[in-house]
């Protein structure tokens, strides 16, 4: 399984930026038990961060409190692709972005719920 994050950059508070992370080579496990994608971050001399997770079923999706209102996670699973939407963003939010891919349909909130890493895409948030 292979994911490829992307969409990263430079932006100003305030601004808004839209994540992608593309899925390819599920195995059988995935499409029988169904997966989760989830996305974090790394800031420098951080610990990596969960922000949110959506279930390519369903669709329920889930939020760390610091982002709830401002990011938005969708998919769209006819191009095996999830999309983090991330409005009105602060010098805070800079960091390394990832997603990550887990077998189950259930969201997990710690980096080791996840089963699949895609290489990380870096948001610089500066004026």
């Known amino acids: 399984v292979q994911l490829q994050a992307s969409g990263g950059g430079l932006v100003q508070p305030g601004g808004s930026l839209r994540l992608s992370c593309i899925i390819s080579?599920?195995?059988?496990?995935?499409?029988?038990?169904?997966?989760?994608i989830g996305w974090f971050r790394q800031a420098p001399r951080k610990e990596r961060e969960w922000l949110s997770c959506i279930s390519n079923s369903e669709g329920t999706t889930d939020y760390v409190d610091s982002v709830k209102g401002r990011f938005t996670v969708s998919r769209d699973n006819a191009k095996n692709t999830v999309y983090l939407q991330m409005n009105n963003l602060m010098p805070e939010d800079a960091a390394v972005y990832y997603c990550a891919v887990r077998a189950g349909s259930a969201c997990r909130k710690v980096v080791a719920g996840y089963n699949y890493w895609g290489q990380g895409t870096l948001v610089t948030v500066s004026s």
């Open positions: 080579g599920f195995t059988l496990d995935f499409y029988a038990t169904g997966y989760a």
